[in-house]
């Protein structure tokens, strides 16, 4: 994900440009992140999941978010491909 986000920056941002010789290079990743002022992705990402499981912890037990952060399967699931649980209607 910090990959993906410096490489998004970078474009945002563009070349740095030395107005004396014309060259132009790519921004390091210590001057996009000076640039963009903005708290590191993970935590972002953190802060954002543990909000959810807040929200969820919140809702009744008969919920089904609520009832997928806590449970556990019952049983286990056959091996191979699923078989057809549906009849075909034309």
Do not use: C, Q
């Not at 490489?7 to 132009?24: E, H, Q």
């Not at 993970?42 to 037990?61: D, N, P, Q, T």
């Amino acid at each position: 994900m910090r990959v993906f986000e410096n490489r998004v920056l970078s474009r945002i941002f563009g070349p740095k440009r030395d107005w004396i010789t014309g060259d132009s290079r790519k921004l390091h990743n210590a001057e996009l992140n000076d640039l963009y002022s903005s708290s590191n992705i993970f935590l972002v990402v953190k802060s954002r999941r543990m909000r959810w499981v807040g929200h969820i912890a919140y809702m009744w037990e008969r919920k089904g978010a609520y009832r997928v952060l806590l449970g556990k399967p019952m049983e286990k699931r056959p091996l191979g491909r699923p078989r057809h649980r549906w009849e075909y209607k034309y």
